[in-house]
C-alpha cells in the first residue's frame, strides 16, 4: 500500500493543475481551522480543491507544496486510520526541507472512507505545518458530522451547482462590473442565458448537454443520492416510499410540503410508511443536498413545525427532470434560483404571511441584521400580476414603513411598467441583475 501511496503523491504532483472555471465560493481565513469542503454529488467539490491549488500556484506557492490526494482508489481499499500517517511520511520523505519550514496545502479527498480519519487528521493540524482541507461525498461527510468529528476545528465551505455568474464565466461571456448599467448587446446576450440557465441549470457535467441527455445524467445524481446518501447510509428499507417522496417534491417545486398531507397520499396509493419515517426522509434529502427547506417565518418554533415548509430542489435544472406538466415552468425555475442564491450569501431564509393571508415568497435576514422581504415573479406583464406580486410588500410596508421590499422578475421591460404603479420602498428588479451584483460590484 505503501507504494500506491508513493505513486499516486508522484502522479498528484507531477500534473498539471487543470484550468477551471472559477467558483466564488469563499475559504475562511480563520487560521488553524481544517477547511471541510461540502454539498451535492457532482456540485464540483474536488474541481473547487483542485481551482484553490491554481490559485496558490499563481500566487507564488511551489507546486510540489500543493497536493491534492484522493482516497477514492481501490488499491486503497480497506486502509486504516493507523496507515494514514504513510501519505505524510511518503510525502516529507521527497521533501525533508519543507517538514517544519513552509507550509504545505493539502488536500484529502474522499477521506471519510477511512474509518477515523478524524483523530489523522486533526493530529495533522496540531502537528504539522499544514493547511488541510477535506472533502468527499455527502453520503458519509456531512457538515455537522464533521463539526463534532473534529471537535470545532474545522470551518466549512459549499459549493452549489453554478451560480448564474460561475454560469457565465463557464461559457466565456463578460460579467460587467456594474450589472445595473449594461450595454444592450451584452444585455440582450446576459438575458439569453439567463434562460438557458434556468432552464438547464448550474450543475458543471450538464452544461452545454442536449435536453435528453441533460435528463438522463440529472436523474443518474439523484438516484445516487437516494441509494448511496440515503439508503445506504441510513439503511433506509422502505425505498418504494422513498422514491415516491422525492418525485413528489422534486414535481413540485416552491410548493408548500406537508408530511400528514403526503402521508395520507401514500396511504390511499397502497404505499405503507409511517410519518415518522417520512420526517427522518425528508432530513436526509436535505441533508444530501438534494432538497432545500424554508419555514414559515416565526418567532415561534411550533409555528415553524406545523405549518408546511416550502421545498425547492437544490438547482433549477433538476426540475424538468420530474415535471409532467411540459410547461417550461420558468417562474418555480426563477425561485429556486434566487433561494440558492440567498443561501449562497449566507442569508436566514423563511417566507412569510401577511396579517390578511398573502404569501411573501422569501423573508432573508442577512448576517448584520438587516431583512428583506422578495417577491418573485416571472413575468409582471399585466396590472393583475402586477397588484398580486406588489399587495403583499404594500401590506408589509403599511405596518413597517421602513422595510427593505424587492421584487424580482425576468424582463427588462416588466422593470419599467411594475416600477411605475410599485409604491415607494418597493424595488423592482431584474433577477439577473440582482444575481450579478455581488460579483460585479
Known amino acids: 500500500m505503501r507504494n500506491v501511496i508513493r505513486q499516486k503523491l508522484a502522479d498528484s504532483l507531477a500534473s498539471e493543475l487543470p484550468s477551471l472555471t472559477r467558483r466564488d465560493a469563499r475559504i475562511s481565513?480563520?487560521?488553524?481551522?481544517?477547511?471541510?469542503?461540502?454539498?451535492?454529488?457532482?456540485?464540483g467539490k474536488s474541481c473547487f480543491l483542485k481551482q484553490h491549488l491554481a490559485e496558490q500556484a499563481k500566487s507564488g506557492v511551489p507546486r510540489d507544496a500543493l497536493v491534492y490526494f484522493s482516497f477514492e482508489d481501490e488499491r486503497l481499499a480497506g486502509m486504516q486510520a493507523s496507515q494514514l500517517g504513510w501519505v505524510l511520511e511518503e510525502y516529507y520523505l521527497a521533501r525533508p526541507q519543507f517538514r517544519d519550514n513552509r507550509k504545505v496545502v493539502f488536500c484529502f479527498d474522499e477521506i471519510?472512507?477511512?474509518?477515523?480519519?478524524?483523530?489523522?487528521?486533526?493530529?495533522?493540524?496540531?502537528?504539522?505545518?499544514?493547511?488541510?482541507?477535506?472533502?468527499?461525498?455527502?453520503?458519509?461527510?456531512?457538515?455537522?458530522?464533521?463539526?463534532?468529528?473534529?471537535?470545532?476545528?474545522?470551518?466549512?465551505?459549499?459549493?452549489?451547482?453554478?451560480?448564474?455568474?460561475?454560469?457565465?464565466?463557464?461559457?466565456?461571456?463578460?460579467?460587467?462590473?456594474?450589472?445595473?448599467?449594461?450595454?444592450?448587446?451584452?444585455?440582450?446576450?446576459?438575458?439569453?442565458?439567463?434562460?438557458?440557465?434556468?432552464?438547464?441549470?448550474?450543475?458543471?457535467?450538464?452544461?452545454?448537454?442536449?435536453?435528453?441527455?441533460?435528463?438522463?445524467?440529472?436523474?443518474?445524481?439523484?438516484?445516487?443520492?437516494?441509494?448511496?446518501?440515503?439508503?445506504?447510509?441510513?439503511?433506509?428499507?422502505?425505498?418504494?416510499?422513498?422514491?415516491?417522496?422525492?418525485?413528489?417534491?422534486?414535481?413540485?417545486?416552491?410548493?408548500?410540503?406537508?408530511?400528514?398531507?403526503?402521508?395520507?397520499?401514500?396511504?390511499?396509493?397502497?404505499?405503507?410508511?409511517?410519518?415518522?419515517?417520512?420526517?427522518?426522509?425528508?432530513?436526509?434529502?436535505?441533508?444530501?443536498?438534494?432538497?432545500?427547506?424554508?419555514?414559515?417565518?416565526?418567532?415561534?418554533?411550533?409555528?415553524?413545525?406545523?405549518?408546511?415548509?416550502?421545498?425547492?430542489?437544490?438547482?433549477?435544472?433538476?426540475?424538468?427532470?420530474?415535471?409532467?406538466?411540459?410547461?417550461?415552468?420558468?417562474?418555480?425555475?426563477?425561485?429556486?434560483a434566487v433561494l440558492i442564491e440567498l443561501e449562497r450569501r449566507h442569508h436566514q431564509v423563511a417566507y412569510g404571511k401577511t396579517p390578511s393571508g398573502r404569501e411573501v415568497d422569501f423573508i432573508a435576514r442577512e448576517r448584520d441584521g438587516q431583512t428583506v422581504h422578495i417577491q418573485v415573479c416571472a413575468e409582471l406583464n399585466t396590472p393583475e400580476i402586477i397588484r398580486r406580486e406588489i399587495e403583499p410588500l404594500d401590506e408589509i410596508l403599511a405596518t413597517k414603513p421602513n422595510s427593505n421590499c424587492l421584487l424580482l422578475t425576468l424582463s427588462t421591460t416588466d422593470v419599467a411598467i411594475a416600477q411605475q404603479v410599485a409604491p415607494a420602498g418597493v424595488t423592482v428588479r431584474p433577477a439577473w441583475e440582482w444575481l450579478l451584483e455581488e460579483v460585479g460590484g
Request: proline fraction near 6%.
Open 29 to 43: 481565513t480563520i487560521p488553524g481551522k481544517v477547511h471541510a469542503v461540502i454539498g451535492m454529488r457532482r456540485a
Open 112 to 336: 471519510q472512507v477511512v474509518p477515523g480519519w478524524e483523530t489523522f487528521i486533526r493530529r495533522v493540524v496540531d502537528s504539522e505545518k499544514m493547511e488541510v482541507f477535506v472533502s468527499g461525498s455527502s453520503a458519509r461527510m456531512l457538515s455537522r458530522e464533521i463539526a463534532t468529528a473534529l471537535r470545532g476545528r474545522s470551518t466549512e465551505t459549499v459549493i452549489y451547482p453554478f451560480s448564474f455568474p460561475e454560469h457565465l464565466r463557464h461559457r466565456g461571456i463578460e460579467i460587467p462590473p456594474n450589472p445595473a448599467f449594461v450595454p444592450k448587446a451584452l444585455r440582450s446576450q446576459i438575458e439569453s442565458s439567463f434562460l438557458t440557465y434556468l432552464s438547464e441549470g448550474g450543475f458543471p457535467g450538464a452544461q452545454g448537454l442536449g435536453q435528453g441527455n441533460r435528463i438522463e445524467l440529472l436523474q443518474g445524481y439523484v438516484e445516487t443520492v437516494i441509494f448511496r446518501d440515503v439508503v445506504e447510509r441510513h439503511h433506509a428499507r422502505n425505498v418504494e416510499a422513498l422514491r415516491r417522496l422525492v418525485r413528489q417534491l422534486l414535481a413540485s417545486p416552491a410548493g408548500g410540503f406537508s408530511v400528514h398531507k403526503c402521508f395520507n397520499d401514500l396511504r390511499s396509493q397502497g404505499v405503507a410508511v409511517g410519518k415518522d419515517a417520512l420526517h427522518s426522509m425528508l432530513s436526509w434529502l436535505e441533508d444530501a443536498f438534494l432538497i432545500r427547506l424554508v419555514p414559515i417565518d416565526s418567532a415561534s418554533e411550533r409555528q415553524r413545525q406545523v405549518n408546511p415548509r416550502k421545498v425547492y430542489p437544490v438547482d433549477a435544472g433538476l426540475i424538468p427532470v420530474f415535471d409532467r406538466s411540459g410547461r417550461a415552468n420558468t417562474g418555480h425555475a426563477l425561485e429556486t
